[in-house]
């Protein structure tokens, strides 16, 4: 049974930095493409980054440059950096990570960037 734990989220003033951690476990032969999305209140979900296997990166237009994703195959972890924090950056963010066929979710994060 796969599951995602993230964990890292909390209050950061702007300008401020977080670091977020999804741990993967359960996928018999590994994991695929993972990335994190967030969502605020009243929008969609929608995507932050996204790193495959052999550490491909891709990024919303949004975070470019304040962001960075990263990955630890052999903990079948991924990360997420972020820096320069800003007001709108404030939603709930979630991993996601491709395995055997299938797209898994984990619960979400809260980050709240606020003075």
């Known amino acids: 049974q796969v599951q995602l734990v993230e964990s890292g989220g909390g209050l950061v003033q702007p300008g401020g930095s977080l670091r977020l951690s999804c741990a993967a476990s359960g996928g018999p032969y590994g994991f695929g493409v993972m990335g994190w999305y967030r969502q605020a209140p009243g929008k969609e979900r929608e995507l932050v980054a996204t790193?495959?296997?052999?550490?491909?990166?891709n990024y919303a237009d949004s975070v470019k440059g304040r962001f960075t994703i990263s990955r630890d195959n052999a903990k079948n972890t991924v990360y997420l950096q972020m820096n320069s924090l800003k007001p709108e950056d404030t939603a709930n963010y979630y991993c996601k990570a491709y395995s055997s066929g299938f797209d898994y979710w984990g619960r979400g994060t809260q980050v709240t960037v606020s003075s």
């Open positions: 790193i495959s296997s052999r550490a491909a990166t």
